[in-house]
């Protein structure tokens, strides 16, 4: 037992950064060493912060102070030449930046009445078919999709029918975006629901509730027929659904583990390899996983119709880095292993992760 323990993957602390305000989130800049920190600054103005990786320490490369609070980012549907970053602020505004002259948005939308809680981008990065969209999702209820070649308007506004109360939607993914016409978006909500709109036909195709309130959603690749589905929720646990084969009735297999006592803020699959993926946690803890496929992943059911058949998750391995949660994460696209997390504690770290191509 010991000398498989040797092989397992370790979570090493590269680097951490105080920070002087609260941090919501981090990305890696494409094609280099830089990393953003997005947050709040204690007078209640927005920050970005743009950090350069220097072997064991971290430069400060750029700051920009902004009239609001930063929620989220994406460099999701910019090209690798432009690198622009999509953001979505207290506000409920939705701008675009060049980092190299930040002062004015490239592009702005009022999008949402209330906060923009979620941010995602496909179709830039050469990553996904099809046109470059920006998803947000917000409390005002609202998941609405841009194309930032149009002017003010959504390409597509999901929002509650008019019986329906609204409920605050706290994260949005895309997926299936494996041609040109094809594209999903995945939408997890304050109440557990959880929701599949398609995009081609403009309908939900599919939805369920995991009767917690549903903090991170991520397909294991954007650029794929869906095969993956992972959902983090309020009470520690989460849930992988096999997106390949969908009942008439039960709709996604799947299975669900229980990871911690507190709530699981993100999940992030690693780039390089679509069946290990990270989560965050309250308790300022991190617990890397892998997914086994099962012998057969769909069967016939008692009518004949194909139903999935849902694998397992096994911990490779977990660390706490923190008091506080860590509520960003973010894999670095280029350098397998490399990651930055955000946590509560007003500390920015880069994690090195070991042994990944042994897994």
Not at 15 to 26: N, R
Not at 30 to 52: D, F, H, I, K, M
Not at 67 to 74: H, N, Q, S
Not at 146 to 172: F, G, I, L
Request: hydrophobic fraction near 35%; charged fraction near 25%; proline fraction near 4%.
């Amino acid at each position: 037992f010991a000398a498989a323990g040797l092989e397992r993957p370790q979570v090493v602390s590269h680097v951490q950064q105080a920070l002087s305000y609260t941090v919501f989130d981090c990305k890696w800049v494409p094609r280099s060493a830089r990393l953003l920190c997005l947050g709040s600054a204690a007078r209640g103005t927005g920050l970005v912060q743009l950090y350069e990786l220097h072997g064991a320490r971290l430069e400060l490369l750029r700051e920009i102070e902004k009239p609001k609070p930063i929620k989220c980012g994406t460099f999701g549907a910019t090209s690798l030449q432009q690198r622009y970053l999509a953001t979505g602020d207290f506000d409920g505004n939705l701008n675009i930046w060049n980092l190299e002259a930040p002062e004015i948005p490239v592009y702005s939308v009022k999008g949402h009445k209330e906060i923009i809680n979620s941010i995602d981008g496909v179709g830039g990065l050469g990553i996904g078919e099809g046109a470059p969209e920006i998803v947000t999702g917000s409390r005002d209820g609202t998941v609405k999709v841009w194309d930032p070649r149009q002017n003010d308007t959504p390409v597509a506004n999901m929002e509650p029918v008019q019986r329906e109360s609204k409920r605050d939607c706290w994260t949005v993914a895309f997926g299936n975006a494996y041609n040109q016409e094809e594209r999903v978006v995945c939408a997890g909500y304050d109440n557990g629901d959880i929701k599949l709109f398609d995009l081609k036909t403009m309908s939900v195709r599919w939805e369920t509730n995991i009767k917690n309130g549903v903090c991170s959603v991520e397909f294991d690749r954007k650029d794929i027929n869906m095969n993956k589905l992972v959902a983090t929720s309020l009470e520690g646990k989460f849930h992988v659904f096999d997106m390949r084969t969908q009942h008439p009735t039960k709709g996604f297999a799947s299975v669900s583990e229980k990871a911690q006592k507190s709530t699981i803020w993100q999940v992030r699959h690693l780039p390089q390899n679509r069946d290990i993926f990270m989560t965050s946690g309250g308790s300022g803890s991190l617990h890397l996983w892998k997914y086994e496929y099962p012998a057969q992943r769909s069967k016939k059911d008692s009518e004949g119709s194909e139903m999935g058949v849902a694998g397992s998750v096994s911990l490779l391995q977990n660390v706490t880095l923190s008091t506080q949660p860590i509520s960003s994460l973010d894999w670095s696209p280029d350098k397998k292993g490399l990651c930055v997390c955000g946590a509560f504690d007003q500390t920015v770290r880069v994690l090195i992760v070991t042994k990944l191509n042994k897994i």
